[in-house]
């Protein structure tokens, strides 16, 4: 389930199949020996699960697989890395790492100061002008130093900041529009289920999972790629796409010409200025890439979402809603805050540079954190 950076090697459903057969047989049959005394059955029962653990970990060349291998070759429970390695029988549960963690003092958690509540969804450019969607999708232009606040949109599912005066609002309908200051709104297209503003262009990506380049409006666009899941635009002919098949593309104008970055992927980010990749895999596991042939290094695990500084730095948020600031992996993490609002994903928070982030708690509240430099 680890992500796969360069060519992803496919194994067929029946390979898959006669693997888990395979090895659910052995694990039922428990490699019982007639005669032989129970320790040493024990462990010769050990060693040969260690074995087959080690066999069935995977491709060696995945970033994942020489983790797997490693972990087959000494765990005390080699049947659990079995079952985790081949996706046999209920997922395990998910042990909470460092629990007694706190943020630096005066840092984080220990610095927050609230903004607003009942919030569902917000966004800044600078940490002094913020929007936010309310518990009734009702959208706000909020300012720090002013306290005031006024109502922008109503029905809205979701927004990009474009610049200090232009936002992109994708209604609950569907329908995206552009607003530039108080001036009414522009449909740019309808039945939208992504989008990213690029320079002059808007990349969107439609409810059928289609991905369009479009100058001004659905009016003028051009096909990019279909069956996404998700984007993130580079310039205006550069596009990372991430298929629904779990496989993410670096492609230039369109799906005719691209190369394949990495499979089983489940979110991602490149960071342009240190040409580096990171890949959230489908089983939590973060990693990174720098360059096209850069060894991919694991950051951290469990992740549940997560926001790149730059090719050291990255905030990540846990599957347990706590959220870290790592200055290389998981050796070197920072907790931040803790009881973010984990079914919001990426949208819990949002960091401005490497020192100052705006959380969303599971109780709707907006917080302002700063964090010490570094890192």
Not at 141 to 164: C, I, M, Q
Not at 332 to 347: H, I, K, N, P, T
Request: aromatic residues 8%.
């Amino acid at each position: 389930m680890d992500p796969t950076f360069g060519v992803t090697a496919a194994r067929g459903f029946s390979s898959r199949l006669r693997i888990r057969l395979l090895v659910s047989a052995l694990i039922v049959q428990g490699f019982c020996g007639a005669g032989v005394p129970a320790a040493a059955q024990e462990d010769a029962r050990t060693r040969q699960l260690r074995l087959l653990c080690a066999q069935l970990s995977g491709d060696l060349s995945e970033p994942g697989g020489m983790a797997a291998f490693r972990r087959c070759l000494s765990t005390r429970d080699p049947v659990g890395e079995i079952r985790r390695d081949n996706n046999i029988g209920a997922a395990r549960p998910m042990q909470m790492d460092r629990p007694a963690a706190a943020p630096p003092k005066q840092f984080g958690r220990d610095s927050r100061r609230a903004l607003a509540n009942g919030v569902r969804r917000f966004g800044t450019l600078d940490g002094r002008v913020f929007y936010v969607v309310d518990k009734d999708a009702k959208l706000w232009r909020w300012s720090e130093e002013t306290k005031v606040a006024r109502a922008v949109a109503e029905k809205v599912a979701d927004f990009e900041l474009v610049d200090g005066a232009t936002i992109l609002v994708l209604g609950v309908d569907g329908r995206l529009w552009r607003k530039v200051g108080d001036a009414a709104g522009a449909l740019v297209d309808a039945k939208v289920a992504g989008f990213q503003a690029m320079g002059g262009l808007v990349y969107v990506r439609g409810t059928d999972g289609k991905l369009w380049r479009e100058v001004g409006n659905a009016g003028s666009r051009s096909l990019v790629d279909q069956q996404t899941d998700s984007f993130q635009a580079i310039d205006a002919s550069v596009v990372y796409v991430l298929g629904s098949d779990g496989k993410l593309w670096r492609e230039t104008n369109n799906y005719g010409t691209r190369n394949e970055v990495a499979g089983s992927t489940l979110s991602f980010q490149y960071i342009s200025p240190d040409s580096t990749t990171y890949v959230l895999a489908r089983d939590g596991t973060l990693w990174r890439q720098k360059g096209d042939k850069g060894k991919p290094e694991q950051v951290d695990h469990d992740v549940q979402a997560f926001q790149a500084m730059d090719g050291h730095l990255v905030y990540v948020l846990g599957r347990d809603g706590r959220l870290w600031r790592d200055a290389g992996n998981r050796d070197q993490a920072e907790l931040v805050d803790g009881e973010l609002l984990v079914s919001a994903g990426r949208a819990a928070f949002q960091a401005i540079d490497a020192q100052h982030v705006y959380v969303l708690s599971n109780a709707l509240q907006l917080w302002a954190e700063t964090m010490p430099p570094g890192g």
